[in-house]
């Protein structure tokens, strides 16, 4: 059955190593028992880790091991957890689908992990990850019922009913990307990662450039391309196509958003993703699923912005690793 997480220490001093795998980088860290991250860094994929899986597969063994080496402390390393940005499996263990590295879905990670390591090994997404971190050390301490959103390479949500992570039946609840809107309200429906993971908000404003060239953007694009940290810094600079693409955005996942607060009765939708960028999709989430959402649900559930920053996946993948049966 899939594993379910209640933030509690371990009953013996211990640490763990997490592992999370960004949109162009993996992060990785050693974590003790309660959470505190012992030592922590990020290294880009390989060009060739890019395209091949098994290139990739070496490169994460090869960090996991540099870490093991690394190590300073005087805790033992007893479990490692692998946060993906995409649905896992829990029963079979696979990853079942990775949009920017889709060769990894098609091999064996765990097993060779498993095997390389010779400790217990727990692969989760990376939205469960930092659910896990945020109801840990986060702001979601003591919130029995709210829902974590990540937004980055994928999005998807960690789930938390009764203090507990929900998994559903083989672990691949949770994938609010996958669910369907009629962004423009025109009859067309499309997912809802089409529109608002990072690759697809560079897309949607690079589209829109072809029409205003008055943003300060045009000039990354004519430099040959920007990135979504690149939009989110030019809205903090007052871009005002950079603030209306994140808007939209926000606006976008208030779609999806307003019927599970409605369905759920959640007290808290906590907004992850890249830190910077959450000052505008807080609000633009509140106002959107204001709109749509039921009114007696809503005043029940604040929305908010995410405590931790890019080590939460490392920390929630090692504290459900730690603490798996």
Known sequence: MPQEYTPTAAPEKSASIGVDLG???IRIGTVDHSGRVLNFRREPYSE?????SWALAGQILSTVRNMLDEHGSDLPVKALGVAFPGPVNQITNRVL??????????????????????MPVHFDNNANAAACAEMTLGIARGVDHWLFLHIGANVSAGLVLGGKLQRGKSGIAGEIGLMRIDPERVGNSVELETMVSAANIVRRTRDRLNRDKTSSLSRLGAMGGFTYDDIISAAHGGDDLARMMMQRTGSFIGLTLSDLISLLNLEMIVVGGAPAGRAFLVPAIAESTRLRASEMALNDCRIVAAELGAEAGVIGAALLAGNKD
Not at 48 to 52: F, P, S, T, W
Not at 106 to 113: R, T
């Open 23 to 25: 949109g162009s980088h």
């Open 48 to 52: 060739v880790a890019k395209e091949d």
């Open 97 to 118: 689908s990775l949009s920017h590295l889709p060769g990894l879905a098609n091999s064996d990670l765990y097993e060779e992990l498993s095997r390389a390591f010779g």
